[in-house]
T-cell receptor, first 116, second 116 residues
Framework: QKEVEQNSGPLSVPEGAIASLNCTYSDRGSQSFFWYRQYSGKSPELIMFIYSNGDKEDGRFTAQLNKASQYVSLLIRDSQPSDSATYLCAVTLRFISNFGNEKLTFGTGTRLTIIP | DAGITQSPRHKVTETGTPVTLRCHQTENHRYMYWYRQDPGHGLRLIHY???????DKGEVSDGYSVSRSKTEDFLLTLESATSSQTSVYFCATALRDGDATNEKLFFGSGTQLSVL
């Protein structure tokens, strides 16, 4: 079982509709959850992060976290062609090291295409 | 945006040769990371550093070594390049000072490495 799982897509959504991206994770001890957007040929950039159960809204983006069910989702309202990208879910998973650092583990990403 | 510079941006090399990739940051972030990104695998952590001369292995560290002699620079060395190390390599940094908002990663532009 992969530690962080995402549907690879592609997910096609009409312009103006809501795009819903989902991510599940395996470690119940996970603490921090991030959504990165990556345009083709570019580096990932952070768009949302969430630490507590529930919803967090930032403009057209809403992150939803449900720790009991071990999933985190990203909703994009009023989808625009510029939202076409790959969206990476990332989770901090506990691991044992000398210094107790938590590392960030990424899912493989969901490719989103907004259809004009 | 965090000032993160990766060099070179593109590199073609032959199997068996050593290769060094450089990451330079101007943000004074404590943490630095090397990831590789491959289709179907997403971003995978190679090595990371939590301070000058303090480094640790990630999930795909075999065949790679790193060094961090000063805060700004994090070097990734492929000791004897193989075709399986053909990939896009991303450097990332994070402040991670205990404030939850500083857990996020900032990425460099990436290095496309081809091993023939």
């Amino acid at each position: 079982q992969k530690e962080v799982e995402q549907n690879s897509g592609p997910l096609s959504v009409p312009e103006g509709a809501i795009a819903s991206l989902n991510c599940t994770y395996s470690d119940r001890g996970s603490q921090s959850f991030f959504w990165y957007r990556q345009y083709s040929g570019k580096s990932p950039e952070l768009i949302m992060f969430i630490y507590s159960n529930g919803d967090k809204e930032d403009g057209r983006f809403t992150a939803q976290l449900n720790k009991a069910s071990q999933y985190v989702s990203l909703l994009i309202r009023d989808s625009q062609p510029s939202d076409s990208a790959t969206y990476l879910c990332a989770v901090t998973l506990r691991f044992i090291s000398n210094f107790g650092n938590e590392k960030l583990t990424f899912g493989t990403g969901t490719r989103l295409t907004i259809i004009p | 945006d965090a000032g993160i510079t990766q060099s070179p941006r593109h590199k073609v090399t032959e199997t068996g040769t050593p290769v060094t990739l450089r990451c330079h940051q101007t943000e004074n972030h404590r943490y630095m990371y090397w990831y590789r990104q491959d289709p179907g695998h997403g971003l995978r952590l190679i090595h990371y550093s939590y301070g000058v001369k303090d480094t640790d292995k990630g999930e795909v560290s075999d065949g790679y070594s790193v060094s961090r002699s000063k805060t700004e620079d994090f070097l990734l060395t492929l000791e004897s390049a193989t075709s399986s190390q053909t990939s896009v390599y991303f450097c990332a940094t994070a402040l991670r000072d205990g404030d939850a908002t500083n857990e996020k990663l900032f990425f460099g532009s990436g290095t496309q490495l081809s091993v023939l």
